[in-house]
């Protein structure tokens, strides 16, 4: 088993009717760089840059973000790392930051709301991505959108730290600007947002969330979470047809895309990358590889007449059970 793993690593991510998808890893801190080389990740679909603030006394400065962006950047070489801009409030907190009580957090000052509110915050993240651009392929990514006045601020602050960090001598290459969909809004604005981004990465955990309006923390509520909702999925679609109309790409960074039963709709859908945490790489790399893209396509369409998340559940197990 293991060692038909090790095999895989080294194997082409597609289908046996040569349908290439992009295989990546989710990361939260430099460490995790080396089991995402070990499973064959080709590159970084996620940097969750907040644990580089949690579990300390005070916030990193633009030189120790810029050292840790810039450790995994050397070690994908050229392969594209997709660092994802401040992601905090919500259920993620940090202590130093002394932010106000809110009724509904989820709801309220998080990501890149808080970041457009607080640049002393937001423009050492963005100048030590610019330093990190200058050695290999520099991807950039703003979480909870939720419109495009917030996606051009956004944009405005990068142009503001690009110069700030050409004035102070550094250094810097490209960088492709994504957004992240995991706001309903967001994916419904697909088409307007498309010509400001070079892609989108659907956030599934968050959309999952706010699409059935169900706390992903209240236990009370949890059955009602459901990662194969015909709702979300339908969002989806959405996003990846309105999305390749305007030529942009689409990655799914949320769980969904290191489930089992959920990656063969999702290509199907016509997903271009699929994020996930490293240890899930290869169980999907090896799935894909047993499936032709024609057959995920008619799936994802059976998947899109269900009506629930149980009925698709069961179609997926089913298309699993007949390919082992
Ligand atoms: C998501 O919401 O799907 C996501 C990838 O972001 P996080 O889980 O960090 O909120
Ligand atoms: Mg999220």
């Not at 994908?76 to 660092?83: L, R």
């Amino acid at each position: 088993q293991l060692r038909e793993l090790d095999r895989l690593r080294d194997l082409p991510a597609e289908t046996l009717d040569g349908h290439a998808i992009h295989l990546v890893a989710n990361i939260g801190t430099p460490r995790d760089t080396e089991s995402a080389k070990r499973y064959g990740a080709s590159g970084i679909g996620l940097f969750r840059t907040e644990f580089l603030y949690m579990d300390r006394d005070d916030m990193p400065g633009e030189e120790e973000q810029f050292r840790a962006y810039v450790e995994v950047v050397k070690a994908f070489n050229n392969q594209p790392v997709t660092i994802r801009t401040l992601d905090i409030g919500g259920d993620k907190y940090l202590p130093y930051l002394k932010l106000p009580a809110e009724a509904n957090p989820f709801l309220g000052w998080r990501a890149l709301r808080l970041c457009l509110d607080t640049p002393e915050l937001f423009l050492p993240q963005l100048r030590a991505i610019w330093r990190a651009s200058a050695f290999g392929k520099v991807r950039v990514m703003f979480p909870m959108v939720s419109s495009i006045d917030e996606l051009r601020a956004a944009k405005q602050f990068l142009v503001q730290a690009r110069e700030q960090t050409i004035a102070a001598g550094h250094p810097i290459g490209e960088i492709e600007v994504g957004i992240m969909v995991e706001t309903p809004a967001a994916a419904i604005l697909t088409d307007i947002l498309a010509p400001e981004v070079d892609f989108f990465s659907i956030g599934t955990n968050d959309l999952t969330q706010y699409t059935i309006a169900v706390d992903r923390t209240n236990a009370q509520v949890s059955h009602l979470y459901e990662s194969l909702n015909p709702a979300v999925l339908r969002l989806i679609k959405t996003v990846v047809d309105l999305a390749h109309h305007h030529h942009k790409w689409v990655a799914v960074c949320g769980e969904l895309g290191g489930d089992l039963l959920a990656a063969p709709i999702l290509l199907g859908l016509g997903v271009d990358e699929l994020s996930m945490n490293p240890a899930s790489l290869l169980k999907i790399k090896g799935l894909l590889r047993q499936l032709t893209f024609t057959h995920c396509q008619r799936l994802a369409n059976k998947a899109l007449a269900c009506s629930t998340a149980d009925e698709i559940t069961n179609l997926a197990k089913k298309e699993l059970r007949a390919i082992k």
